[in-house]
């Protein structure tokens, strides 16, 4: 759902582009009385990423006295919200906050701070929030608390994440219902709404601040506040993708200070370019150069600033890049077949190959999308074939008219091969992709541009460690490539948006000693071969609210002997003193339940015990099968390499685990 475009002229000096991946632009809606820095930092609390602009650091923002103005000092503040604002007001302290920064609240609250039903519930004379609440609760509240909101001066909302609706049009209808709750109670009472924040969905998320943010621009008493597309959200939120937890105080400073930003913050508009604001440069602009340097820069561009593409997505866009291009990566390069001089052109020929050849680092052919480039060069007063005009303006194009192809470049953990193939059936669609091709055609090509990505990845991620191919957004029949045997794998890169527990460390498995490198995402620690799996796994309970939990993962030799010897001391028997690990698992006394020291998988980082709910999931498979987690694992946990005890074979026996899940059963 997008509002109309609204284009401002803009002085030929200014050379800039602006962009979001919700295709935000700034407006100015009233009157200019002031001018205000307009730094990266800022553009980025307005809900915009710069991808690359220059000039004079200086940014026009509308006067004080528009309707979207920020609250003046002393203003009455009342707060609805979900989990979220009730991690704030507890953890974050927003309303000493607001306090502080001069409105009118009530820090006093009463907090449940338990389960059950309410849960997790703050409330007082200026807050109601509640865990785990929709929209329509938000609209009971305004109705109960209709006289504190008649006596306010704004309202802040923080729903969105739970049931608001799974369309477009059900949210714009469940939102305008609660404003209209509100406005009945209080017709002249402002509104800021804090949009959503959900790293692994990003269509959800697009989708529900487009609602938002369309009806903000229909209201002028609406403000939003965009958290959703801010960098805090990127740098606070932990890994279940929607909750700051542990850095609510630095989200409530966030919300509190867009209250004075607010005058600009509600002017985001679904546009592409930027009205009378000029910025600080955020990536570096890069030129043409050698072959060698292009390929660096173009990597640079999209791995970089505020881009920011996974090295997975920049390699499969690449991998595209390098074939349309020849192999030159060079923003002048004209299709071989038509005979220019050289097959090069420092501006892009219209009248000699309009739709006819293909034009720049992605080929562009169709006369429409070159009238397009030479109409964006123009905006911007830069040439057609410079290298940064080119890579803006590919970026331009997958925010907007091919924005499926950027929803699966920013799909958490995709892979080399999605990037790659996304990209080339649906953003450059050569001749075989067309109805003339072959299916055979079709496999070569996917085949040869993949080639070239995994070669990229290879040379430019940092990475030493192979390419597997593996699906880390889940596979139909769990062939996730793991080496089992690999004597030392510390050179394996942890996946894309995990991070390093220890790059370098002693492992072991049927008695023998392996190097590898652990990865830690979402409380679990795992060995780097099964990093990306492991994050898919996560991403998919988490967006589907499965309450999955480490309760242990990867071991150490000394925490593996604790388990042994627990688990020995409740047989009554007595463990098998070190050194260890033995050549042999039949040298070690057999204690039920715990493997010896060196035999564990889970001294591998190849395990993970499982809670659920915060509590283990129950040991015999008659028990387990009622467990929500354990019926969710038994559906979902193969696609991402990892199976139940015994792998199905052992259910009835005193040994089985329902908790242990592993690379290969065992």
């Known amino acids: 759902m997008r509002t109309t475009m609204k284009m401002f002229s803009l002085f030929q000096a200014i050379v800039l582009l602006i962009f979001t991946v919700l295709s935000y632009s700034i407006v100015v ?118 006289s504190a909101i008649a006596a306010s001066d704004t309202l802040l909302i923080g729903l969105g994440t739970n049931d608001l609706g799974s369309t477009g049009e059900s949210i714009t209808n469940n939102i305008n219902t609660l404003i209209g709750t509100v406005r009945s109670q209080n017709p002249s009472i402002v509104i800021y709404w804090t949009n959503v924040y959900i790293a692994g969905s990003p269509t959800a998320q697009t989708t529900i601040n487009q609602a938002i943010e369309s009806i903000a621009l229909a209201d002028p008493n609406m403000n939003v506040i965009p958290w959703g597309t801010s960098q805090e959200a990127v740098d606070y939120v932990s890994s279940d993708g929607i909750h700051p937890s542990g850095n609510y105080p630095e989200m409530a400073d966030y919300v509190v200070s867009q209250f004075s930003n607010s005058n600009v913050a509600s002017e985001i508009q679904s546009s592409t370019g930027l009205a009378g604001c000029t910025c600080s440069q955020s990536n570096p602009i890069v030129t043409s150069g050698t072959t060698e340097e292009n390929y660096q820069n173009i990597w640079n561009y999209l791995a970089g600033g505020t881009v920011g593409l996974s090295p997975e997505a920049v390699a499969g866009v690449m991998g595209n890049l390098e074939v349309e291009s020849g192999g030159t990566m060079d923003p002048q390069v004209v299709q071989f077949s038509a005979n220019f001089p050289g097959d090069r052109s420092p501006e892009l020929p219209l009248a000699q190959i309009e739709g006819r050849f293909g034009y720049g680092l992605a080929q562009w052919t169709s006369a429409g999308r070159q009238r397009n480039l030479i109409a964006f060069a123009a905006e911007t007063g830069r040439s057609t074939g410079s290298l940064d005009l080119q890579l803006d303006f590919l970026m331009r194009e997958l925010v907007g008219s091919y924005e499926p192809v ?7 953990g995709v892979t080399v091969a999605q990037a790659s193939e996304d990209f080339l059936r649906r953003f450059e669609t050569p001749r075989p992709f067309t109805r003339s091709g072959t299916e055979a055609e079709r496999q070569a090509e ?82 780097s071969q099964l990093s990306g799996p492991l994050k898919g796994l996560v991403d998919q309970a988490t967006a589907e609210r499965i309450p999955l939990s480490a309760n242990n993962s990867f071991r150490s030799m000394d925490e593996q002997i604790g388990v042994y010897n627990r688990w020995c001391g409740t047989a009554g028997r007595t463990p098998t003193p070190p050194p260890y690990p033995k050549p042999s698992r039949s040298d070690y006394t057999s204690c039920p ?74």
Request: one cysteine or more; hydrophobic letters at 30%; proline letters at 4%.
């Open 406 to 412: 950027y929803v699966t470049l920013t799909t958490p």
């Open 446 to 527: 996917i085949a040869n541009r993949l080639e070239r990505s995994i070669r990229i990845f290879s040379e430019y991620s940092g990475s030493t460690g192979s390419y597997s191919g593996a699906s880390y957004a889940g596979t139909e029949d769990g062939d996730i490539a793991i080496d089992l045997n690999a004597e030392d794998t510390s050179q394996v890169a942890c996946a894309t948006g995990t991070t390093v527990v220890d790059a370098s460390i002693r492992a072991y498995n049927r008695g023998e000693q392996f190097v590898i490198r652990t990865c830690e995402y979402g409380g679990y620690t795992v060995n």
């Open 29 to 146: 809606s009233s009157p200019v009385s002031a001018q205000e820095e307009c730094s990266e930092q800022r553009l980025r609390n307005l809900g915009v990423i710069v991808v690359n602009c220059e000039g004079a650091n200086r940014c026009i923002a509308p006067s004080a006295d528009t309707p979207n103005s920020a609250p003046s000092a002393g203003s009455s503040i009342y707060v609805i919200g979900d989990s979220i604002t009730y991690g704030m007001v507890t953890s974050g302290d927003l309303l000493n906050k607001l306090t502080t920064a001069g409105y009118a609240v009530s820090p006093d609250y009463s907090d449940t701070g338990g389960s059950g039903s309410p849960q997790y519930q703050v409330s007082g004379p200026s807050v109601i929030a509640e865990q785990g609440r929709s929209i329509s609760w938000g609209n009971d509240q305004a109705t109960n608390n209709a």
């Open 593 to 666: 339940g715990g493997a010896p020291p060196g035999y564990s998988n889970h001294q591998m980082g190849f395990a993970i015990d499982f809670n659920c709910s915060g509590a283990l999931i129950p040991k015999s498979y008659s028990s387990a099968q009622s467990n929500q987690c354990f019926t969710w694992l038994q559906q979902n946990a193969g696609n991402y390499g990892l199976f139940e005890l015994g792998r199905g074979e052992n259910r009835e026996r005193s040994g089985y685990e329902g908790w242990h899940w592993s690379v290969d059963g065992s």
